[in-house]
């Protein structure tokens, strides 16, 4: 079990088979997905984090998760995994905290939301951000590619949703996804070039 104290902080990328913009996020999710399933891919890479004594900067994780047509009625089935470059102790401090075990986000959602655990994998993970392009890949697990929205203001900047009830954050960057993918934990999925939905914002979680 991990150390009730710890803190994890950094940028996160997500794609999911919902078509853009995701009805999920603007109905606090009460709307139903585009399809009968929801499939979200989440990545989240630690830019700065603590449990205990064990340094957490540097270490990737993603969550995987699908949950039926209203994603607020539960039933999700979810799953974790955790770069395989962690050494010993990284991978036992994000262990629990990543499957739901040690409090904090993760834990609300494994306890409210998630009716079908699958498990905890360690294996090795891309994380690529690039201005408005994002990547991730798990090789034999999933991958998925983002591109933010660009606001025609000129600013280089993406067009975000602001006060959003994602376990994230609040304000969300709208991308749509070149291809998400996956093949692990019980579930298939494989679409490309369909433009459907994504996002990418900062992250900090604590517990």
């Known amino acids: ?3 009730p104290n710890w803190t994890i902080s950094g940028e996160y990328i997500e794609s999911c088979n919902c078509d853009y913009l995701c009805p999920c996020i603007y109905t606090n999710p009460q709307g139903e997905a585009t399809d009968e399933h929801c499939v979200s891919l989440q990545a989240y890479r630690i830019d700065q984090g603590r449990c205990g004594d064990v340094d957490l900067a540097g270490v990737t994780f993603a969550l995987v998760i ?5 994603m607020a009625d539960g039933g999700w089935v979810f799953a974790g995994v955790v770069d ?3 050494d010993e102790g990284q991978r036992a401090a994000l262990g629990p905290i990543v499957s739901g075990e040690a409090g904090g986000i993760p834990a609300r959602i494994r306890d409210n939301l998630v009716s079908d655990y699958r ?3 360690f294996a090795p993970i891309k994380f ?7 990547e991730v890949e798990i090789p034999g697990v999933l991958s998925f590619a983002v591109e933010g929205v660009a606001s025609r ?6 067009f975000y949703i602001d006060n959003t009830a994602h376990p994230a954050n609040t304000r969300l960057a709208l991308a749509r996804s070149g291809h998400i993918a996956i093949n692990g ?3 298939e999925l494989n679409m490309s070039g369909e433009g459907n939905n994504g996002h990418f914002a900062p ?3 604590s517990g």
């Open 1 to 3: 079990m991990a150390d």
């Open 66 to 70: 699908r949950s039926g047509r209203v």
């Open 84 to 86: 395989d470059g962690a």
């Open 119 to 121: 498990g905890l994998q």
């Open 128 to 134: 690529v951000k690039d201005g408005l392009s994002h």
């Open 153 to 158: 203001n000129g600013n280089g900047e993406p």
């Open 185 to 187: 934990f019980g579930l």
């Open 203 to 205: 992250f900090s979680w």
